[in-house]
């Protein structure tokens, strides 16, 4: 035979039957909130971000200006496993770079930031600068200004 669970507070009508009495909310302002200002401080010396930490480069924005209004034409190089070395292109941080992607197309990226397999920063599109990220297998070659 099926006995169902016994519950000492069950709900009928949106209240609780049996149960304790809820105190009121106490009102706005009565519960101090602590300064938090000072909780987390900076690394040190200042620094935005870890000590030893490799990534290269902060996000500083994309830039100001339009990047430039030529096109360079891409390099017929030699056949190689790997397209790009991320650490080949660390020496592009913040500068106008022309990248050629696997799949043909080319744009203008100005890049700040580049990982063991990824590079990120800004892509020029519809005349303006966009967030961007990609895996650098993905890219064919790039050109620094």
Same mark, same amino acid.
């Given at each position: 035979?099926?006995?169902? %669970?016994?519950?000492?507070?069950?709900?009928?009508?949106?209240?609780?039957?049996?149960?304790?009495?809820?105190? %009121?909310?106490?009102?706005?302002?009565?519960?101090?909130? %602590?300064?938090?200002?000072?909780?987390?401080?900076?690394? %040190?010396?200042?620094?935005?971000?870890?000590?030893?930490?490799?990534?290269?480069?902060?996000?500083?924005?994309?830039?100001?200006?339009?990047?430039?209004?030529?096109?360079?034409?891409?390099?017929?190089?030699? &056949?190689?496993?790997?397209?790009?070395?991320?650490?080949?292109?660390?020496?592009?941080?913040?500068?106008?770079?022309? &990248?050629?992607?696997?799949?043909?197309?080319?744009?203008?990226?100005?890049?700040?930031? &580049?990982?063991?397999?990824? &590079?990120?920063?800004?892509?020029?599109?519809?005349?303006?600068?966009?967030?961007?990220?990609?895996?650098?297998?993905?890219?064919?070659?790039?050109?620094?200004?």
């Amino acid at each position: 035979m099926y006995y169902p %669970p016994y519950y000492p507070y069950y709900i009928n009508d949106y209240r609780i039957h049996g149960a304790p009495p809820v105190p %009121p909310f106490p009102p706005q302002g009565s519960f101090p909130i %602590p300064d938090l200002g000072n909780l987390f401080p900076g690394f %040190p010396g200042g620094q935005s971000s870890p000590p030893g930490f490799s990534g290269g480069g902060s996000d500083q924005g994309p830039p100001s200006g339009p990047p430039p209004s030529y096109t360079p034409q891409l390099q017929q190089q030699t &056949v190689s496993t790997f397209a790009v070395d991320a650490g080949s292109m660390r020496r592009c941080l913040h500068r106008f770079t022309y &990248v050629w992607l696997e799949n043909g197309r080319g744009f203008w990226f100005y890049p700040t930031f &580049v990982g063991r397999t990824s &590079v990120a920063g800004y892509r020029w599109r519809n005349f303006r600068w966009v967030f961007y990220g990609t895996d650098t297998n993905r890219i064919r070659s790039f050109q620094c200004t």
